[in-house]
């Protein structure tokens, strides 16, 4: 006989987002995007199995670890920019990190394998900016930047870039990017990115201009 969930078993996304340590909205567009299981009860309202939300924290540790810059290690530098990098390949991954070692501005480099774990970290560690592949196992690039940039996701502002092998008629038949969202050629220009990393901390700077 299959066990009939209690109360204990169930959380709202309000208790979820206490236990997770994010916003409900935050709860709100992990559940709408799959990322957290859940659904609605007779009266139109969220729960969330208890055992996913642990899975989840149990998860998350790994996965938000920053690799820091040895800069922000030796504590020279205060204020790093959060960066997210979203890509499956994880020679590349391994690149970003060497790369961003060698900036000379201190950065929090994190780093997430498909649009699921993308979606997680962004929720988790709202960064400055995003670089993401599109072409990824399980939730793409294309879906996760729908789910971001979508009215009242709340990260409708978040800086973009998308670095891509697909040419800009590629991704234009797959729907295009959403305003606002940069996109870089693969193979990726590292010194414009850096420039474009930096100016996140600027006061004057301006949202990434739409390539695609």
Not at 29 to 58: D, F
Not at 111 to 138: C, E, K, R, W, Y
């Amino acid at each position: 006989m299959r066990k009939i969930a209690t109360n204990n078993d169930l959380m709202t996304t309000r208790e979820a987002g206490e236990t997770l340590g994010v916003a409900v909205r935050t709860i709100q567009l992990w559940v709408e995007s799959g990322v957290l299981p859940a659904w609605r009860t007779a009266g139109g309202h969220r729960r969330i199995a208890r055992a996913s939300v642990e899975k989840l924290m149990a998860e998350r540790t790994q996965m938000l670890s920053p690799v820091q810059s040895t800069s922000q290690k030796n504590g020279l530098l205060p204020a790093p920019v959060k960066l997210l990098v979203v890509e499956d390949d994880p020679d590349l991954l391994r690149l970003f990190a060497m790369v961003v070692e060698g900036w000379t501005f201190p950065v929090q480099l994190t780093q997430a394998s498909n649009g699921f774990d993308g979606l997680l970290a962004i929720g988790q560690l709202h960064p400055d900016m995003v670089v993401t592949d599109l072409n990824m196992p399980g939730m793409d690039g294309f879906q996760m930047l729908r789910s971001l940039k979508k009215p009242g996701s709340g990260f409708e502002t978040l800086a973009i870039v998308v670095v891509s092998a697909l040419d800009p008629d590629d991704i234009k038949a797959r729907g295009g990017l959403p305003q606002g969202v940069a996109f870089f050629q693969k193979p990726i220009d590292y010194a414009r990115l850096e420039d474009m990393v930096r100016l996140q901390k600027s006061p004057h700077s301006k949202p990434a201009k739409n390539f695609a």
